[in-house]
């Protein structure tokens, strides 16, 4: 078990690819390509890491609130976050949202003087996601050099956020998930795991979401489009 401690010593240490491969052996799904680019910059471990010390605490902690003002001096001007070339990227903007945004869901009035920095943040990042959505549906980040690519980064952004309603909304969840079924021909397992368990996401009500011990009712499995 990921321990806050454990987080806490590996962030201190700055070994981010430990701390991302512990997310992993902690049930976060994280392909190695993706894991391989999320360490090569503090907000990929930051973001991650912030949003499974909200799952871990009753409320901010002091680490949380620092992982909060690290990530909100990450952003760029048009609130997203760039790589280690200082491309604009969704897949770190999707890091930086999922810390973020479990902050103010589960930590709601609990912020003080913080709650408005992360509500500006927030909104601004994924102003800034969304401005990376292609017409077709997908997302592009500055590392994707084709579409199996593109299927990889877009499935995590999916899997990570589809639950969020307002980036269901605003990154048009149902063209993203509409578009990731309709390659499922062109994706390779790893992918095909994550669009599933975006899938499984978006069917979750956001009250068992919240508790993961409680088990959701389900007789059929419908598609990507009718979950949309």
């Keep these: ?8 010593r590996t962030l201190e240490q700055r070994d981010y690819d430990r701390l991302l491969r512990d997310l992993g052996r ?11 680019q999320l360490a090569e910059s503090p907000v990929g471990a930051h973001g991650l890491g912030l949003r499974r010390l909200v799952e871990l605490s009753y409320g901010p902690t002091a680490l949380i609130r620092q ?10 001007p048009n609130g997203a976050i760039t790589d280690a070339a200082g491309r604009d990227s969704a897949l770190l903007t999707a890091c930086f949202l999922a810390g973020m945004g479990r902050v ?9 003087a913080q709650q408005s920095q992360v509500e500006l943040a927030y909104d601004q990042a994924l102003t800034a996601l ?23 980064t877009s499935g995590f952004i999916a899997y990570l956020l589809i639950d ?10 149902h063209a993203l998930l509409s578009a990731l079924e309709n390659h499922l021909d062109h994706c390779d397992p790893a992918t095909a795991q994550l669009i599933e ?7 979750i009500p956001e009250s068992i979401a ?19």
């Design 1 to 8: 078990m990921l321990s806050i401690q454990t987080i806490d």
């Design 26 to 36: 902690n049930g976060l799904v994280m392909p190695l390509p993706l894991r391989v």
């Design 67 to 76: 992982l909060v003002d690290k990530l909100a001096r990450a952003q760029t």
């Design 104 to 112: 103010l869901r589960d930590h709601q009035g609990k912020l003080a």
């Design 130 to 152: 969304a401005a990376m959505q292609q017409d077709d549906g997908l997302f592009a980040t500055g590392q994707d050099r084709n579409l199996r690519d593109r299927l990889l």
């Design 164 to 173: 969020a309603p307002d980036f269901a909304a605003r990154c048009h969840g």
């Design 197 to 203: 368990m975006a899938r499984l996401t978006r069917l």
């Design 210 to 228: 919240s508790h993961p011990h409680r088990q959701p009712q389900r007789t059929s499995k419908p598609s990507l489009l009718n979950a949309a």
